[in-house]
């Protein structure tokens, strides 16, 4: 079997196909993750902590020196750390959501009792005897 073939039949599968969707689905929710963190979750956040914009946040270790083009500024820049720190929360937390979602829903069709199985033609004949033994007057 070519190499194409295989290949074409591990492209194939389903699980490949619903993983990829995953991917993008993911790379999209990133992406709005990262402008909820940026554009909505961080300014108010700043601004209760004096005006901060907290993706030029940083340590300096060596200052750009304008003289020399050659050396450049080196800095630890720990606001967009703590900006990615925050993105990776709130999609942690949404997995967490979606995990614990899911986890109801099969318990829920686990815990779910299946439907008696129907009478045999023997037991429905024993019910209706007994039905009609109780419906008889006693004496």
């Known amino acids: 079997m070519g190499l194409f073939q295989e290949f074409k039949e591990f492209a194939a599968r389903g699980n490949v196909i619903d993983l990829a969707v ?16 940026e554009q909505v979750v961080m300014p108010p ?7 901060v914009d907290f993706s030029n946040l940083e340590w300096v270790l060596a200052p750009e020196d304008p ?3 050659a050396v450049e500024k080196v800095a630890i820049q ?10 990776f929360l709130i999609v942690a937390f949404v ?3 979606m995990v614990k979602a899911i986890n109801r829903l099969r318990r829920q069709q686990a815990e779910a009792p299946a439907a008696p199985p ?3 033609p023997t037991e429905a004949l ?7 033994l109780r419906a008889r007057p006693k004496g």
């Open 95 to 97: 997995v967490f959501l």
């Open 78 to 87: 720990y606001g967009a750390f703590l900006n990615t720190v925050i993105q």
């Open 67 to 69: 003289a020399t083009e």
């Open 118 to 120: 129907a009478p045999t």
């Open 45 to 51: 956040i700043g601004l209760l902590l004096g005006r």
């Open 126 to 132: 024993l019910a209706e005897i007994r039905d009609e």
């Open 22 to 37: 995953g991917v993008i689905i993911g790379a999209a929710f990133g992406k709005i993750v990262t402008s909820l963190v």
